[in-house]
């Protein structure tokens, strides 16, 4: 079964920290990252997303980090702020036919003052 | 530009009956689908139509169905309802078939007492 396995769980950071949310994918034929932010109450919102041939995308303070040969993937936000406070969920998409996203287990971000 | 509508929002419904749940995608989009999200399982796949075709399909019992119509809305439908079936569902869109840049609505919570 194709899976994404993301760490932590929860995560704690002070405002103005950075915070650092990690991803692992198994199968090598996944052609998109995307990572998702949730607020309580509504659906998914699409955040950043890297295809694998780049390394490193950045819009403004999320970063999305890259290593296509340990299959990894992580999301850095900068200067963490309490409206960053959500369960953040990183997926995996395999484009085709029969395209369907894989999600991560999420990880509740709690930024505190 | 409107978003993806999810009616109802809130459903509570008995063991044994059946429901159904209504998507009107961004306009423009062709493909929608389903997700079901639980505190326990996390985001799962349930099943992928684009125009009018159901592409793909999730690991779900057969009591799970859907279908679309030709202006792209969709529904979807769970049978004889058990316990279980208790979740936030989510629909999703996307321009095209390859499901890049997917816009999630705020899902219908469905509740099975």
């Known amino acids: 079964q194709q899976q994404v396995k993301q760490s932590p769980q929860s995560l704690i950071v002070q405002k103005g920290g950075i915070s650092i949310i990690n991803c692992a994918y198994e199968?090598?034929?996944?052609?998109?990252f995307p990572w998702y932010q949730q607020f309580p109450g509504k659906g998914p919102a699409l955040l950043i997303a890297i295809r694998p041939d780049v390394s490193e995308k950045k819009e403004g303070r999320f970063t999305i980090s890259f290593n296509k040969s340990a299959k990894q993937f992580s999301l850095h936000i900068m200067d963490s702020q309490p409206g960053d406070s959500a369960t953040y969920f990183c997926a995996a998409l395999l484009t085709g036919t029969a395209s369907k996203l894989t999600f991560g287990t999420g990880t509740r971000l709690q930024v505190t003052l | 530009k409107a978003g993806v509508t999810q009616t109802p929002r809130y459903l509570i419904k008995t063991r044994g009956q059946q429901v159904t749940l209504s998507c009107s995608p961004i306009?423009?989009?062709?493909?929608v689908s389903w997700y079901q999200q639980t505190p326990g399982q996390g985001l799962q796949f349930l099943f992928e139509?684009?125009?009018?075709?159901?592409?793909n399909k999730g690991n779900f019992p057969g009591r799970f169905s859907g279908r679309q119509f030709s202006n792209s809305r969709s529904e979807m439908n769970v049978s004889t309802l058990e316990l279980g079936d208790s979740a936030l569902y989510l629909c999703?869109?996307?321009?095209?078939?390859?499901?890049?840049?997917?816009?999630f609505g705020s899902g219908t919570r469905l509740t099975v007492v």
């Open positions: 199968n090598t034929a996944f052609d998109y």
């Open positions: 306009s423009g989009h062709r493909s």
């Open positions: 139509y684009f125009s009018e075709t159901q592409r």
């Open positions: 999703a869109s996307s321009p095209q078939a390859d499901n890049y840049g997917y816009t």
